[in-house]
């Protein structure tokens, strides 16, 4: 309870309750059971107000008058009393005054409170879906290590990748959501290699024909894995087509220009700078510029243009490191 004007403790002692028992029978109760305006003319003779008629009175109280705050359709939830020092006070005019203020009071504390809710509602609906989001990524992790447990000699590549492709479309300017589902593709882009045999992932020497082949259906193997999984963003696709080139020349359907999505053609990107400047079991790593050369030669031949010049600015004008990179 709050109040305002005179007091001197007379609020701290009343003890209120709406309950229809007992004591509880005074104006207050009354008025936001029933839902109507209680009007008490005269304190000093009305019989429900005993239990607090002796502390209104030496208080210099005489008249009171209850009002439900309640919102248009429902019930009450509280109540506006206004104390007079004069006894058989509040005239029609003052009463249809009174009203207008407790219907505005009514509407102002309602909206606050739907507003309140409505606040806390989105804050817990966003918190969970911050955390779905989190439990989602902290699984894609475990995928992506069980992936690469196989392959201890690409250990970190997905990672890697995914850093960098995030970097490049950070450097693009795609939004933070976008951003966000391609760091997930990046994290789980090669799955698909949980198909292929450990023994021809880590052969240091020359793949057959067959091996090869097994190797480069690893887009698709990774498609099928993922493709009913409901992502917010286009997951899949991006583990299909990350091997597709500008020109036709990648697999597996030799997609060209824009019909590659532009998260797929930052990874493809990515994807081969890291390669490249990594350790591999049949050749140790070259360096990052010469991960760098491979995609400023085919920039705009096999590699996308804008997507290799982000990639470029953020090595040789930005200072940015390849974590990992160039390790056995």
Known sequence: MISAGHNDGYIEMLHLTWSDTGRYEGPTAQAIRSGQVVVVRDIANEPSFAPWREAALARGYRACIAFPLKPKEGVA????????????????????????????????????????????????????????????????????????KRDPYTAGHQSRVAQLATAIAGELGMDADRIEGLRLGGMIHDIGKIYVPAEILNRPGRLTHGELEIIRSHPEVGYEIIKDVKFPW???????QHHERLDGSGYPHGLKGDEIILEARILSVADVVEAITSHRPYRPAIGIEAGLAEIEAKRDQIYDPDVVDACLRLFREKGYVLEGAGLK
Do not use: C, W
């Open 77 to 148: 939830f509280g109540g506006l009393v206004i104390y007079s020092a004069e006894a058989n006070t509040f005239s029609h005019e003052e009463l249809d005054l009174l009203e207008e203020l407790a219907e505005d009071l009514s509407f102002g504390i309602h909206t606050l409170r739907t507003h309140q809710e409505r606040d806390h509602f989105q804050k817990e609906h966003q918190k969970s879906a911050e955390q779905l989001r989190e439990s989602l990524f902290d699984t894609i992790r475990a995928i992506s290590l069980t992936v690469e």
């Open 234 to 240: 286009p997951v899949a696709d991006m583990v299909l």
